[in-house]
């Protein structure tokens, strides 16, 4: 079982950049897991931005996400990151790291089994 534990949310400038990080405090295997980061904006949907495999060494950014979100991930340190560049208002929304025990990622939500907290990013200047 994994606890994961986010950072990095809070206030975006526009046009500047958010770092946020998905770490997993406790748990064991995490190059097990895929990773996957969800957002969801007020009235909405949870959406599926990008994921990354255990290894790191397959991804998959959903059409929206693709350009300014960036996904990494270091196993020597549990943890997982998405940098989002050209941060604009349609950013704002809570962002949710999820994992899930399976090879391949997806950006399907209901896959995975673990999630964060959740931390909330607004978008002002």
């Known amino acids: 079982q994994l606890q994961l534990v986010e950072s990095g949310g809070g206030l975006g400038r526009p046009g500047g950049f958010l770092r946020l990080s998905c770490t997993a405090a406790?748990?064991?295997?995490?190059?097990?897991?895929?990773i996957g980061w969800f957002r969801q904006a007020p009235g909405k949907e949870r959406e599926g931005l990008v994921c990354i495999n255990g290894r790191g060494r397959s991804t998959d950014y959903a059409d929206s996400a693709l350009g300014r979100f960036t996904i990494s991930r270091d196993n020597t340190r549990n943890t997982v990151w998405l940098q989002i560049n050209t941060v604009g208002p349609e950013d704002a929304a809570i962002y949710y790291c999820?994992?899930?025990?399976?090879?391949?990622?997806?950006?399907?939500?209901?896959?995975?089994?673990?999630w964060g907290q959740g931390p909330q990013v607004t978008v002002s200047s």
């Open positions: 406790s748990g064991s295997g995490f190059d097990t897991y895929s």
């Open positions: 999820g994992a899930e025990a399976n090879y391949y990622c997806s950006l399907n939500a209901g896959r995975y089994e673990y």
